[in-house]
């Protein structure tokens, strides 16, 4: 489904974001992007979806490049809005209609879908959310916004789901229901995170960004865990100091701050 080849992208000429990354991705796996903050995991995210290109190396979807020309060929990137979607950091930032029933259905309707009442209702009543539909957005909780957005890009019936941060603004309970629903969700999906006790159960194949070093790991999240040389080098574990009375100690963390 993805493939990059050295792929290069900086924010200008102190400010690389990306450096030299090259992996793949086939149909129908699920994959947790690790990294501390700096490292690109947005960067990349956006890259995936189109909002910026490699300045140097590859990146292709379905064996097509994708490039500056290729999103103007209005078939391709017809395709390419459908089958890829991303949810940003914050949800609220992708809400701009009046009610939730025009929020889910406007890519639909925007890429001329059939089927939009009922893709909307279907999805809406799967995200639990199908009383809101008259609802302003902007009036809405946390989770409720999250779920919003989720129901408005799955009723595009995509290939490819790409979330950046996704349990950052949500309390326990719907972290809780999140990871359930993607847990079940049939679908490739890339979730960006630097909640290490989150990753397993958020893909079985994880990606480690350095935060100058590009690529640090791509392997299975099982062996990731017990490698701590990486964790290290990814700035994803830290120590500090222990005190028990007189005595004092220290040893590893993860970083499950978001």
């Not at 995991?41 to 490049?65: A, C, D, I």
């Not at 029933?101 to 995200?127: N, P």
């Not at 008259?134 to 946390?142: A, E, H, K, Q, V």
């Not at 790991?217 to 830290?238: F, K, P, T, W």
Request: aromatic share 8%; hydrophobic share 40%.
């Amino acid at each position: 489904m993805i493939e990059l080849a050295g792929v290069h992208y900086a924010y200008g000429p102190d400010a690389p974001a990306l450096n030299d990354l090259s992996f793949r991705v086939d149909c129908g796996e699920k994959l947790v992007l690790l990294g501390a903050n700096g490292s690109g995991k947005s960067t990349l995210l956006k890259l995936l979806y189109g909002l910026v290109l490699p300045q140097q190396g590859s990146f292709r979807y379905r064996e097509h490049l994708v490039s500056a020309k290729a999103l103007k060929d209005k078939a391709f990137a017809r395709r390419f809005r459908r089958e890829v979607v991303y949810l940003f950091q914050h949800p609220a930032t992708m809400l701009f209609n009046p009610t939730v029933f025009d929020e889910v259905a406007f890519g639909l309707r925007q890429l001329q879908l059939d089927g939009i009442e009922e893709r909307v209702r279907r999805w809406t009543g799967i995200l639990g959310i199908q009383h809101l539909l008259d609802r302003p957005p902007f009036n809405l909780s946390g989770g409720e916004q999250q779920k919003v957005c989720l129901a408005a890009l799955l009723a595009l019936e995509p290939d490819l789901l790409l979330l950046d941060e996704p349990t950052a603004n949500l309390d326990p309970r719907t972290t809780g229901w999140l990871v359930d629903f993607l847990q079940d969700l049939q679908l490739t999906t890339l979730v960006a995170t630097h909640n290490l006790s989150l990753a397993p159960e958020l893909g079985n194949r994880g990606l480690v960004l350095g935060e100058r070093e590009g690529l640090l790991y791509d392997g299975s999240m099982e062996d990731l865990l017990q490698n701590r040389d990486i964790l290290i080098a990814g700035n994803l574990v830290h120590t500090h100091r222990h005190r028990h009375g007189a005595m004092e100690h220290r040893h590893f963390h993860v970083h499950d701050w978001d």
